[in-house]
């Protein structure tokens, strides 16, 4: 059955820059005085020089293990350091590539579009072109009309332009990521 | 002299209590020291990390910051591009709806005359000639009005990357530390030179 302590264990260990804390110095003291006081006692007159022996043997114990501790810690820092390098260069690998997808696709959007726009402009010339022919004297009834059907067909394209040049630009604003500015560089 | 014999025993004790108390007490002093040289450790070691982590984070958000503005004023520079085609179109075709309408003056006129003199063939193809001026305009206004409302579209599209570009640009400014401000600084530059080079300061 899992306790409560658990999921506190779990996430301290995926903590990149935690540092595990020591065991403090009180628990340190009940359990050499629990140990050794009530029997050493037992052994006066020599229970003074017995206890204070056994508690210099105690912090000679305790020395020991904060120097291994402290070695623990410092590999632990060192490892956490890494980890932050190595997570940040990935990070920044990712940048990369997106910007680089991002500069083709709109590299391609913007060819697209220079497509549309010539074509665009084009199009509008041929329709004040064709309007202009139907307007000339010395024509046919019947061709005026065909000139008139050529300008409406024309202009008609005009619009479809602009929605085709909307889609793109759709695509483009759609292809922006997301603002994911992280809370410590909100909070300033 | 047996009496010596406690009071020696007694001597020699009080000197050993004396000696292991003195290596407790220095194993004890020993013992705090290096407990605060572990403490200040885990505590400069913590302060380094998180050091470490803004640094690394706020060095991430710069570049995320610096290609999303990229991005941001890329395609603001495209939708200008899709205002300026919809209004070079939205300005043509008004030009044909206004030579349509002096075409449309002239076969009135044209129009009067010939009932004045009563020709029948030129009075019919005059009329002919006016609803077939009168269908293309009605035409061009329809499209006109279709480009008059992607022209209002593609104006607000600009009219909002404009601003996400400008806020993204202050934001980087304000909050990336000192290569914000130098990346901003270096920003407006090129755009000064740009404009005096354009001619237009």
Redesign the interface.
Known sequence: MPTEQEPKKKSREAS????D??EP?RDFHRSTGDKWIPILKAFN??G??AD??A??LA??I??KR??V??AR??K??NI??DV??K??RL??EE?EH??IA?IGF?QT??AE?QR??IE??KV?EM??LA??K??EAGLS?EE??MF?EM??EM??E??H???K??ES?QK??Q???P????P???E? | MWWLIPIGIGVG?KL??DA??E??YE??E??ES??E???K??ED??R???K???K??????F???V??HY??S??AN??Y??LD??R??FS??S??LK??KE?RSALQQELEDARRIKDRNRIH?TI??LK??N??RK??FE?RD??KE?KA??LS?VQR?NNQTRE?KE?IR???DDGGQEWYDRLEARKRSRRISEGKR
Not at chain 1, 179 to 182: A, R
Not at chain 2, 56 to 61: E, I, K, L, N, W
Request: charged fraction near 25%; glycine fraction near 2%; aromatic fraction near 8%.
């Open positions: 990149v820059g935690r540092i804390s020591v110095t007159p020599l003074a020089i204070a022996y508690k210099t912090y000679k305790e020395t904060l120097d501790e402290l810690i410092n632990q820092a956490a350091h932050i390098d997570t940040f990070k920044m940048l997106r910007r991002l709109y959007v913007n579009l549309l726009h665009r402009v509008l329709a004040q309007q202009q139907a307007f009834l005026r009309q008139k300008s409406i202009t008609r005009l619009p332009f602009g929605d040049s909307n630009l483009l604003v292809a922006l990521p603002v994911e500015i992280s410590r560089l909100l300033g | 004790l050993l209590y292991v108390s290596a407790e194993a004890r020993r013992w290096k407990r040289d572990v403490e450790s885990i070691h913590r380094n990390i998180e470490h982590i803004q690394a984070q706020r060095s991430y958000d570049h995320f910051l290609d999303l991005s941001s890329q395609v495209l939708a591009q899709l085609d919809a070079k179109s043509g075709m030009k044909m030579k349509s075409q193809e002919e000639q077939m001026v269908e293309l035409s061009i499209d279709r480009v992607q579209q593609f599209e990357l993204l934001f304000d909050r990336c």
